[in-house]
């Protein structure tokens, strides 16, 4: 069993930054296509950025050039660099980890862009 631990959510003003967390329980070496989504009120769960194995990036056109996702093998954890924040960002936001075949989920953690 796989947990997955987020952190970093929070209430910002516009143009203001956040770092969110995602800490494994297990090693995330040689694991590909993490990722985060987010899924604000009233709407469908979003892919946000993923990055593989070997630290390639993607990210959705909404957060290209605002948002830096990166991981640390010896940590066990991906990290979501946001900055440039906008209210249309605010959401709840989750890690995904594919292990063993199945996708693991975070918690989720909130984020606020409001004045």
């Known amino acids: 069993q796989v947990q997955l631990v987020e952190s970093g959510g929070g209430l910002v003003q516009p143009g203001g930054s956040l770092r969110l967390s995602c800490a494994a329980s297990v090693s995330i070496f040689n694991i590909n296509a993490m990722g985060w989504y987010r899924q604000a009120p009233g709407k469908q769960l979003e892919w946000v950025a993923g990055?593989?194995?070997?630290?390639?990036?993607n990210y959705a056109d909404s957060v290209k050039g605002r948002f830096t996702l990166s991981r640390d093998n010896a940590k066990n954890t991906v990290y979501l660099q946001m900055n440039s924040l906008k209210p249309e960002d605010t959401a709840v936001y989750y890690c995904?980890?594919?292990?063993?075949?199945?996708?693991?989920w975070g918690q989720g953690t909130q984020v606020t862009v409001s004045s």
């Open positions: 990055i593989t194995s070997v630290g390639s990036t």
């Open positions: 995904k980890f594919p292990h063993g075949g199945r996708n693991y």
